[in-house]
T-cell receptor
Framework: DTGVSQNPRHKITKRGQNVTFRCDPI?????LYWYRQTLGQGPEFLTY????????KSRLLSDRFSAERPKGSFSTLEIQRTEQGDSAMYLC???????????FGPGTRLLVL | GQQLNQSPQSMFIQEGEDVSMNCTSS?????WLWYKQDPGEGPVLLIA?????ELTSNGRLTAQFGITRKDSFLNISASIPSDVGIYFC??????????FGSGTKLNVKP
């Protein structure tokens, strides 16, 4: 399978705990995006990387959120001190500069109790 | 942020019917993408559009990039039960990020 993969697929945590999600993009893609999707809504942009550089962050990405892509391949999204409002589907997408498309992974569904 | 208005919100149609949905933006976009999402899964790319006026097909799906660059349309011909799902439009000005509509939920009765 050469598509975008995300782990874990589901995460249940208690309020105040930290969680980390991983995204493995399509191997030749140099762009990687994180989105958040709540029930009944379309995905909302959080941040994106070109290779290892984080080039844009949404205002949705509060101080409790941090994303990394240390070697320009996989990426991690960490949420510290989770709140119930963080419950959502977190989606990762990858793309290749110049092709202007995005391919999504299956998402990580987070539930904060 | 940018607002994308997608309509209709939901549709109930009979198998074999054609479907039309559209998306409008408050700003100009250079790229429009259309996705389909099944419950619990990530969106799957259906069609990509890059030029104003462009009409692109993918099987029974046809999408158009509006002349004003502020809208896009998706048509599905001869719908079948596996077309059931939520369809999202997404637009981008510079490919740094995409803005998504809130989706059109399609139900197809066999």
């Amino acid at each position: 399978d050469t598509g975008v993969s995300q782990n874990p697929r589901h995460k249940i945590t208690k309020r105040g705990q930290n969680v980390t999600f991983r995204c493995d993009p399509i191997s030749e893609h140099n762009r990687l995006y994180w989105y958040r999707q709540t029930l009944g809504q379309g995905p909302e942009f959080l941040t994106y990387f070109q290779n290892e550089a984080q080039l844009e962050k949404s205002r949705l990405l509060s101080d409790r959120f941090s994303a990394e892509r240390p070697k320009g391949s996989f990426s991690t999204l960490e949420i510290q001190r989770t709140e119930q409002g963080d419950s959502a589907m977190y989606l990762c997408a990858s793309g290749q500069w110049g092709e202007e498309t995005q391919y999504f992974g299956p998402g990580t569904r987070l539930l904060v109790l | 942020g940018q607002q994308l208005n997608q309509s209709p919100q939901s549709m109930f149609i009979q198998e074999g019917e054609d479907v039309s949905m559209n998306c409008t933006s408050s700003s100009i976009f250079n790229t429009w993408l259309w996705y389909k999402q099944d419950p619990g899964e990530g969106p799957v790319l259906l069609i990509a559009l890059y030029k104003a006026g462009e009409l692109t097909s993918n099987g029974r799906l046809t999408a158009q990039f509006g002349i004003t660059r502020k809208d896009s349309f998706l048509n599905i011909s001869a719908s079948i039960p596996s077309d059931v799902g939520i369809y999202f439009c997404a637009g981008s000005y510079n490919f740094n990020k995409f803005y998504f509509g809130s989706g059109t939920k399609l139900n197809v009765k066999p």
